[in-house]
Nanobody, 125 residues
Framework: QVQLVESGGGLVQAGGSLRLSCAAS????????MGWFRQAPGKEREFVAV????????YYADSVKGRFTISRDNAKNTVYLQMNSLKPEDTAVYYC??????????????????WGQGTQVTVSS
């Protein structure tokens, strides 16, 4: 049984930082591209970042480029999202997702096979 469990969300002031973690079990993380998505109230789920199966290639949404960093530790089956210079518009539920095994890197939520339950990130102004 595949499980993705996010942690690290919370309430932070604008300009602050948070680090999200996603621990995967039931799959070999090194066979999957791992992505982060987010969904704000009343909005569709949107792509945030993705790291290729080996972590060499990373891609970001324009809205977070330069502020967020995705990384992964395949030995720990864990992917991270370091979020700096947070803005109120970053407020959302953040989800990690796995796409694999080893397809082309994709940024569309519908392409991902497994999802976590999400963690709330709230940025106050």
């Amino acid at each position: 049984q595949v499980q993705l469990v996010e942690s690290g969300g919370g309430l932070v002031q604008a300009g602050g930082s948070l680090r999200l973690s996603c621990a995967a079990s039931g799959l070999t993380a090194s066979s999957y591209h791992m992505g982060w998505f987010r969904q704000a109230p009343g909005k569709e789920r949107e792509f945030v970042a993705v790291a290729s199966w080996n972590g060499v290639n990373t891609y970001y949404a324009d809205s977070v480029k330069g502020r967020f960093t995705i990384s992964r530790d395949n030995a720990k089956n864990t992917v991270y999202l370091q979020m700096n210079s947070l803005k109120p518009e970053d407020t959302a539920v953040y989800y990690c997702a796995a796409d694999g095994p080893r397809p082309p890197i994709r940024r569309v939520a519908a392409a991902y096979d497994y999802w976590g339950q999400g963690t709330q990130v709230t940025v106050s102004s």
